[in-house]
């Protein structure tokens, strides 16, 4: 064959090399990274392969010449166009494209990282995801299962019921004396005897001091000789009234005898005349016996009643000698009596006034006297203190002891916003005087359904809590009417609900929930990101 021979430009001649210039080598490293790249992809594609088949959820993803399902559709590469789905939204978390390919992470449920990178030579995708639950996708994503899923969530439950919150109230107390006096003498006196020290106990009516007083045993002696003079003036004026009756009741029943022995004869008389048996001296004669006997008669009348009349007031003016003669005696009695200082209560002697030997006028304060019941005062709540009415049992705390009381004084009346009441010690051995501690007492705070705090679940001004119902979680709107310690008293459900006690974060309404130990499937949520294959079915 003949050979053309055309010239050689000097454009055409190949350019001469440098003297010192160096021999390029091959870019090995961009030949390096794609392959790389697609193996990393073909190791997530049969770990995804090996999970799907003990996955409770379905992913899909395809890439090149295969696909591969992981236990959630963690991600998807695709040689052309690599696409990941969310197993909520469906979205592509990640994408790394190049002029050949694309590459797509997935998103997990509630947290995952994707990441893709694609060659400038090469079609190949890799994507990687990461959840608090495992599952590996075809790229070799891992995520966590998601709510679309229809996950139940295990949660604690308890049935509640109506009833009354109460709190244990704490107030401040001093235990003080339930009585305090000081007691005066009665009478004037010189000190002859002191019985009781400063500090000793003493009983009701015992003697603290004793004073000397000769004036007042005369005055008991006189005044005990007019009482016998009186009382003797009774009984001579009784007998004397009571003998001198019997005389004149005797002597109104003679001349009542005597008028009518005298009337009868005139009746005979009158009779007679009337046949000329008797004449008209007879018969005046007659009638001036019976005017006789009848003036006799309304004498002894009058002087019974005169008796009578002696005898109601002039005993009584007697009987009113004898009881102020009893009285002077009984004054002079008690005024001889007062020179014993007495105790008027059971209490403990606080202090002397005066020593022995001393005169003390009557009215001056000998000593002071505290009583030995012991009580506490508080300040109660009005609110609070119509629950405790007089004997209403309260205890009073200091420290590790324990000490019973009564409520004995109930103002009911607040002061200041609260209301004082007494309480007094029940048993024997109360704690001293003075002593600081702590009333205690069971307050109602409210009346209502009993749930746990922990149930109670605020957004903005609504409150609410869960409660299962047919295996859902339902959301209440509840008003709380009172809180104390772990318990809040509310309304706005039902007597015998069973509450969610502690509902998880992000609990919705409607979600499937379960109390046993672990959480199980209720059926299968199938969907775009739940799980199911791609969109177009399975290449």
């Keep these: 064959m003949d050979q053309v021979t055309r010239p050689v430009s000097e454009q055409d001649s190949p350019p001469a090399p440098a003297p010192n210039s160096k021999r390029r080598t091959f870019p090995w490293g961009w030949l390096l990274v794609p392959l790389l790249l697609g193996g990393v992809g073909y190791v997530g594609y049969r770990l995804g392969q090996d999970d799907a088949s003990s996955s409770a959820t379905a992913g899909g993803g ?13 991600g998807a590469g695709q040689g052309s166009s690599g696409q990941g789905g969310s197993t909520r939204t469906g979205g592509q978390s990640a994408a790394g494209q190049s002029a050949g390919g694309q ?13 893709a990178a694609g060659s400038r030579t090469g079609a190949a995708g890799s994507a990687a995801g990461a959840g608090t639950r495992s599952g590996r996708g075809s790229a070799g994503g891992q995520g966590q299962t998601g709510g679309g899923s229809g996950v139940t ?43 009781a020290d400063v500090g000793g106990s003493v009983s009701a009516g015992q003697t603290v001091l ?53 009337q009868q004869s005139l009746a005979a008389l009158e009779k007679l005349a009337t046949i000329g048996a008797a004449s008209r001296t007879e018969l005046n004669n007659q009638n001036a016996q019976v005017q ?24 009584a003016e007697a009987r009113l000698a ?64 119509g629950a405790l009415p007089v004997g209403a049992a309260l205890t009073f705390v200091v420290g590790q002891q324990k000490y019973p009381l009564k409520v004995a004084q109930n103002a009911a009346a607040p002061t200041g916003g609260s209301v004082p009441i007494i309480a007094r010690f029940t048993e024997a ?15 109602k705070v409210a009346s209502g359904v009993l749930v746990p705090s922990t149930a109670l679940q605020a957004d903005n001004d609504q409150t609410y809590l869960f409660t299962i119902e047919n295996g859902k979680a339902q959301q ?56 199911g294959p791609p969109p177009g079915g399975t290449p």
Excluded: C, K, M, W
């Design 153 to 195: 969530t295990p949660v604690q439950a308890a049935a509640v019921q109506q009833g009354i919150l109460r709190t244990e109230r704490r107030l401040t107390g001093t235990v003080a004396a339930a009585q305090e006096t000081t007691v005066s003498a009665r009478t004037s006196g010189t000190v002859s005897r002191i019985a």
């Design 322 to 385: 004898v009881q102020r003669a009893q009285i002077a005696l009984n004054q002079a009695q008690a005024a001889a009596d007062a020179v014993r200082v007495t105790a008027p209560f059971a209490g403990q002697v606080t202090g002397l006034n005066v020593s022995e030997g001393q005169y003390l006028a009557a009215n001056s304060p000998a000593f002071t006297l505290v009583s030995s019941q012991r009580q506490v005062a508080v300040n109660v709540p009005a609110t609070e203190a």
């Design 62 to 74: 395809f890439g090149g010449s295969g696909f591969g399902g992981g236990a959630t559709p963690g």
């Design 210 to 262: 004793a004073l000397s007083n000769n004036d007042l045993n005369t005055s008991v002696e006189s005044a005990r000789n007019a009482l016998e003079t009186a009382q003797v003036q009774l009984r001579s004026q009784t007998n004397s009234v009571q003998s001198q009756r019997a005389q004149l009741q005797q002597q109104v029943s003679a001349a009542q005898t005597t008028l009518a022995n005298a």
């Design 103 to 115: 590459g797509a992470g997935g998103q997990t449920a509630r947290a995952g990282a994707g990441s």
């Design 429 to 443: 051995s109360p704690p001293a005087l003075g002593t600081v501690g702590s009333v205690v007492y069971s307050a």
């Design 476 to 531: 209440h709107e509840v008003n709380v009417l009172g809180q104390a310690g772990t318990q809040s008293a509310v309304s706005g459900i039902d007597a015998g609900s069973e509450v969610i006690t502690q509902p998880p974060t992000g609990l919705l309404d409607g979600a499937s929930v379960t109390t046993s130990s672990g959480s199980r499937q209720r059926g299968s949520a199938v969907g775009p990101g739940a799980g």
């Design 292 to 315: 006789a006997a009848r003036t006799t008669l309304t004498t002894a009348q009058a002087n019974l009643a005169q008796n009578t009349r002696a005898q109601t007031e002039g005993l």
